[in-house]
Antibody, heavy 122, light 107 residues
Framework: DVQLLESGGGFVQPGGSLRLSCVASGFTFSNYAMSWVRQVPGKGLEWVSGIRGSGGGTYYADSVKGRFTISRDNSKNTLFLQMNSLGAEDTAVYYC???????????????WGQGTLVTVSS | DIQMTQSPSTLSASVGDRVTITCRASQSISNWLAWYQHKPGEAPKLLIYMASSLESGVPSRFSGSGSGTEFTLTISSLQPDDFATYYCQQCHSFSWTFGQGTKVEIK
């Protein structure tokens, strides 16, 4: 079975940094693009960032460009999101998501983790 | 960026009702559209991809249609398990965006 297990969420002050991790299992990790999607409490879903299976292409929403960095370690089946210069607007549940299409760019998402909560507050 | 607009934002319906949710794109996305179901405390679930293809394991009462800029998700006979929030998502451009969501409530 496909499993995506996020970690690294927590409480951080404005301007601070946090690094999220997502350990994947149950599929050939390097064959699939991966993304992070977030949900502000009480609001809708927002795609944040994505990375191709090889790691050769990375993509960001305008709201996080220049502050967040996505990466992956295919030898450890792990996806990362380095978040810097955090603001209150970044408070959200962050989901690690697997792309549905093998050997493709980012498309749509067939498996989601349970999410990790990031709270930015003074 | 391509904007996705869903309507209605909230929908009240009864078990057995036929329910239709609309999603409009700010520019043509061909059929690069997916639909998700999201329940509180759970991970979102993929229902439909490429506008009209049913994801494996999803009940056949769910269906999707449309192309270009206008799309619909239809639940043919609403079941108790279907009360949730539904999102469309475009995957046409290099900035993947969701609609704002449609909450399906019990009437």
């Amino acid at each position: 079975d496909v499993q995506l297990l996020e970690s690294g969420g927590g409480f951080v002050q404005p301007g601070g940094s946090l690094r999220l991790s997502c350990v994947a299992s149950g599929f050939t990790f390097s064959n699939y693009a991966m993304s992070w999607v977030r949900q502000v409490p009480g609001k809708g879903l927002e795609w944040v960032s994505g990375i191709r299976g090889s790691g050769g292409g990375t993509y960001y929403a305008d709201s996080v460009k220049g502050r967040f960095t996505i990466s992956r370690d295919n030898s450890k089946n792990t996806l990362f999101l380095q978040m810097n210069s955090l603001g209150a607007e970044d408070t959200a549940v962050y989901y690690c998501v697997k792309d549905a299409k093998r050997m493709s760019t980012i498309t749509y998402f067939d498996y989601w983790g349970q999410g990790t909560l990031v709270t930015v507050s003074s | 960026d391509i904007q996705m607009t869903q309507s209605p934002s909230t929908l009240s319906a009864s078990v057995g009702d036929r329910v239709t949710i609309t999603c409009r794109a700010s520019q043509s996305i061909s059929n690069w559209l997916a639909w998700y179901q999201h329940k509180p405390g759970e991970a979102p679930k993929l229902l439909i991809y490429m506008a009209s293809s049913l994801e494996s394991g999803v009940p056949s009462r769910f269906s999707g249609s449309g192309s270009g800029t206008e799309f619909t998700l239809t639940i043919s006979s609403l079941q108790p398990d279907d009360f949730a929030t539904y999102y469309c998502q475009q995957c046409h451009s290099f900035s993947w965006t969701f609609g704002q969501g449609t909450k399906v409530e019990i009437k």
